[in-house]
C-alpha cells in the first residue's frame, strides 16, 4: 500500500478525443510526478509538479498537460489522442523521508486503450 | 541523456534458487531505486539505494556509484517474486525525475 491512487483504472477511447486521468496522494507529498509505460518497456517520465507548478518534462508533446491541485491531488491530460498513447499511466509522489531520503511512491496505474 | 541498462533481460529460476539482477548507468546519479512491478502492474518501492548496501528479508541491494552500477540479490526465490524488476535513477537531486532501465523478466517456477 503506497498511499497513492488512481482512477479510473481502465480507460478506452477514439483517435482524436481527450482524456483526463486522476491521481491522489498521501497528505505532504508536495510532488507528483506521471509516467508512460507502454507494453514490454520501463516507465518514461512525462511530466512533474511541485506546488502547483511544473517543474519539469520529458519527451512528450504539449498535448500531455497537467494540473495538481492543493489538496495532493493531481491530472493528467491528453488531447487528440492517438493510437501509441495506449499505454499504462503511472504517478508518483515524492514522500520527504527522513536523512534526506526522497523516495518516489508510484499509484496502480491506469490502462488507456485508444482504438 | 543517461543510458540505464539492466541484466539480464529475462530470468527463469526454480523455486528455492538464488539470483543476482544488475543495473548499469552511464552517468553520475544522486538517487537510486529499485522496484518490483506485480503482474497488474503496481510498482513496489524494494530499496531507495544510491550508494551502500541494505538487505530486507530475502532481497539485498549494493550500489557502487563510483562504478555506476547496482546489484539486487534474490534469495530462496518464490513464485510471488515473480515479475518485472526495474532499476530507476535520478541525475540531478531534488528532481525525482526517474529514468527507469529497460528492467529484467524474472519467472519462478514452483
Known amino acids: 500500500e503506497t498511499g497513492v491512487t488512481q482512477s479510473p483504472t481502465h480507460l478506452i477511447k477514439t483517435r482524436g478525443q481527450q482524456v483526463t486521468l486522476r491521481c491522489s496522494s498521501q497528505s505532504g507529498h508536495n510532488t507528483v510526478s506521471w509516467y508512460q509505460q507502454a507494453l514490454g518497456q520501463g516507465p518514461q517520465f512525462i511530466f512533474q509538479y511541485y506546488r502547483e507548478e511544473e517543474n519539469g518534462r520529458g519527451n512528450f508533446p504539449p498535448r500531455f498537460s497537467g494540473l495538481q491541485f492543493p489538496n495532493y491531488s493531481s491530472e493528467l491530460n491528453v488531447n487528440a489522442l492517438e493510437l501509441d498513447d495506449s499505454a499504462l499511466y503511472l504517478c508518483?509522489?515524492?514522500?520527504?523521508?527522513?536523512?534526506?531520503?526522497?523516495?518516489?511512491?508510484f499509484g496502480p496505474g491506469t490502462r488507456l486503450t485508444v482504438l | 541523456g543517461i543510458q540505464v541498462e539492466q541484466s539480464p533481460p529475462d530470468l527463469i529460476l526454480q523455486e528455492g534458487a538464488n539470483s543476482t539482477l544488475r543495473c548499469n548507468f552511464s552517468d553520475s546519479v544522486n538517487n537510486l531505486q529499485w522496484f518490483h512491478q506485480n503482474p497488474w502492474g503496481q510498482l513496489i518501492n524494494l530499496f531507495y539505494?544510491?550508494?551502500g548496501t541494505k538487505q530486507n528479508g530475502r532481497l539485498s541491494a549494493t550500489t557502487v556509484a563510483t562504478e555506476r552500477y547496482s546489484l539486487l540479490y534474490i534469495s530462496s526465490s518464490q513464485t510471488t517474486d515473480s515479475g518485472v524488476y526495474f532499476c530507476a535513477v535520478e541525475r540531478a537531486s531534488g528532481t525525482y525525475k526517474y529514468i527507469f532501465g529497460t528492467g529484467t523478466r524474472l519467472k519462478v517456477l514452483a
Open positions: 508518483a509522489s515524492n514522500y520527504p523521508g527522513l536523512a534526506g531520503q526522497d523516495t518516489q511512491y
Open positions: 539505494i544510491p550508494s
